[in-house]
């Protein structure tokens, strides 16, 4: 059963705070996914992965990218996952249809939306109901993150 991480976003868009989450993943080994259901945000995300810091960048790719299983972090509109990602985020309204081989399932939303908020409730009771663990994570006035359920 996969963990579902919810992360609710009210102070910066998710392509801010996105890579730093997706660096310390990398930082840790994982293979990771980005599951969105607007291309164009995906594009924004991917412009800032390349830019991720003046000396750095993190590296990805998608289905157009050559050899997508040999990228650490994979952008897609769909559920594949060619890079055997067991971390995946969900941004953009997309949502885990499946959770097959996923240890986390993350969905990040816009706090300040309230469709987004309610997309975002109903998701968390779908997860209940299926028994997965949830964990609620909100940033403090630092910026850190903060799981409020804890």
């Given at each position: 059963?996969?963990?579902?991480?919810?992360?609710?976003?009210?102070?910066?868009?998710?392509?801010?705070?996105?890579?730093?989450?997706?660096?310390?993943?990398?930082?840790?080994?994982?293979r990771?996914?980005?599951?969105?259901?607007?291309?164009?945000?995906?594009?924004?995300?991917?412009?800032?992965?390349w830019?991720?810091?003046?000396?750095?960048?993190?590296?990805?790719?998608?289905?157009?990218?050559?050899?997508?299983?040999?990228?650490?972090?994979?952008?897609?509109?769909?559920?594949?996952?060619?890079?055997?990602?067991?971390?995946?985020?969900?941004i953009?309204?997309?949502?885990?249809?499946?959770?097959?081989?996923?240890?986390?399932?993350?969905?990040?939303?816009?706090?300040?939306?309230?469709?987004?908020?309610?997309?975002?409730?109903?998701?968390?009771?779908?997860?209940?109901?299926e028994?997965?663990?949830?964990?609620?994570?909100?940033?403090?006035?630092?910026?850190?993150?903060?799981?409020?359920?804890?």
């Amino acid at each position: 059963m996969a963990e579902v991480w919810f992360y609710m976003l009210e102070r910066e868009p998710v392509d801010a705070v996105l890579p730093g989450l997706l660096a310390r993943g990398l930082q840790r080994g994982l293979r990771l996914s980005v599951q969105s259901n607007d291309v164009e945000a995906l594009k924004l995300l991917s412009d800032k992965l390349w830019a991720y810091e003046d000396v750095a960048f993190l590296a990805h790719g998608d289905a157009s990218t050559p050899m997508p299983e040999k990228q650490p972090i994979y952008l897609t509109t769909a559920e594949d996952n060619p890079n055997g990602a067991t971390f995946r985020f969900y941004i953009a309204g997309a949502e885990p249809l499946a959770m097959d081989g996923l240890s986390r399932a993350s969905i990040m939303f816009d706090g300040n939306d309230a469709a987004a908020l309610d997309h975002a409730r109903a998701l968390w009771r779908r997860f209940r109901g299926e028994g997965h663990e949830i964990s609620y994570w909100k940033q403090d006035e630092s910026g850190r993150w903060v799981n409020q359920a804890a």
